[in-house]
């Protein structure tokens, strides 16, 4: 008997959220009102930040502290090459310059590949807290303050992720004008699509929340909530960033989940770690000294020198084991529309380069069962004992 296909990701919903987006339906008021600025109200709760806008995807998010700012024609932003084209894309959008930084062995930003990237137009630091590992926010607040730049953190992968002893974007602790969340179906709170931005600048935080829907003074909840007004001003060139009720319907209960979520890939990753003890051909990823993994992703690395094969027959025999993988991420030079600025000096990142040939993140998530991790850890040992042997044969032949 064929053994069931165990997806890279799975999200995890329940009642809780059938009810609510049923409400929601019942309610008769589908788009932005009393159900979004509740998720809104409970998440700046959750992280600590003093203020909280939910917004359409990740990527609004990241567009939206960035057009805010005023950051655009003329202006540079530093960021990681390993993310999302969201990430840079954001950056594009405002008609700024991405920059890309080097990483660090933590697949996160080097700072002092940051700092050798500054010049005088450099305006922001946009660092990636990949896979729900927080990046060395110290060092980066350190470079903010010293060139006079703004910080705004993507964390899409990282809801759940600690700084030191706190969230991030929370009051205390935190130096960053913004911080960008994705509720994406596969993050670890999902809405479908969506996202959140929190600062604790409220100037910001009122400036974002005007552009958000198109520019308008208020938005269309606001209006109806003072006895069904239907006057209106627009008072800047927006966007159509708002979240809907009820795709909030759907992230109050995921957030009430979170930390539960979290347990959960914590206990994933640490059954991966004992089942992939002792592995030559691969090494694991490891917990954060300095704050809270959220683990969004399992990414181990291929010691690609042990083995005959390389990452990408290497997930393809995952995939005949019926196991989903997949990579985070396809470097941004590597991208058609970033080529022709690939080989610039200020854009060469052979550490980005060099990790992203041996990456695979492994299915991790809430509803991946200890059998799942069982199953995904003995294929990636079979693979593995498979390409040591032909390579062994390899050399005495």
Not at 30 to 59: D, K, M, N, P
Request: aromatic share 8%; hydrophobic share 40%; charged share 25%.
């Amino acid at each position: 008997m064929t053994d069931p296909y165990i997806p890279f990701s799975r999200p995890d919903i329940g009642d809780e959220e059938m009810r609510e987006v049923t409400a929601v339906l019942r309610s008769g008021w589908l788009t932005t009102g009393e159900r979004t600025r509740r998720f809104e109200q409970e998440f700046r709760a959750y992280t600590g930040a003093r203020h909280a806008l939910a917004v359409s995807s990740g990527t609004a998010a990241l567009h939206l502290p960035l057009a805010a700012l005023g950051i655009g024609v003329g202006h540079e932003v530093i960021t990681s090459p390993l993310t999302f084209c969201a990430t840079v894309g954001a950056i594009m959008h405002t008609g700024a310059t991405p920059v890309l930084a080097d990483v660090g062995e933590d697949g996160n930003l080097d700072p002092k590949s940051v700092e050798a990237r500054i010049t005088r137009r450099t305006r922001a630091i946009l660092p990636v807290h990949l896979a729900g590992y927080p990046c060395r926010m110290d060092a980066i607040w350190s470079l903010a303050r010293r060139y006079n730049l703004a910080v705004i953190e993507d964390a899409a992968h990282a809801a759940g992720t600690f700084y030191g002893d706190h969230h991030l974007g929370a009051v205390e602790g935190s130096a960053s004008d913004a911080v960008a969340f994705s509720f994406y179906a596969t993050k670890n709170i999902t809405t479908a699509e969506g996202g959140m931005v929190t600062t604790n600048r409220p100037e910001l935080a009122s400036r974002m929340r005007v552009l958000a829907l198109h520019g308008i003074s208020k938005d269309a909840w606001n209006r109806y909530a003072e006895h069904g007004s239907w006057f209106y001003q627009v008072t800047a060139a927006g966007f159509k960033y708002n979240l809907s009720d009820v795709q909030s319907a759907i992230g109050i209960p995921q957030l009430q989940k979170l930390e539960r979520f979290i347990a959960a890939r914590r206990a994933r990753a640490e059954l991966y770690h004992e089942k992939l003890a002792g592995l030559e051909e691969v090494k694991l990823p490891r917990e954060c000294p300095y704050g809270r993994h959220a683990w969004h992703l399992y990414i181990v690395r291929l010691k690609l020198e042990k083995l005959a094969i390389g990452r990408n027959e290497f997930i393809e025999r995952l995939r005949r084991r019926r196991v989903g993988a997949s990579v985070h991420f396809i470097p941004i030079q590597l991208h058609p529309f970033f080529a022709g600025r690939a080989g610039l000096r200020q854009n060469r990142c052979p550490r980005s380069l060099a990790l992203y040939e041996r990456i695979i993140s492994l299915p991790l998530y809430p509803s991946l069962t200890g059998e799942e991790v069982n199953r995904v850890a003995a294929a990636v040992r079979e693979i593995a004992a498979a390409a040591r042997r032909t390579r062994a044969v390899a050399v005495t032949e």
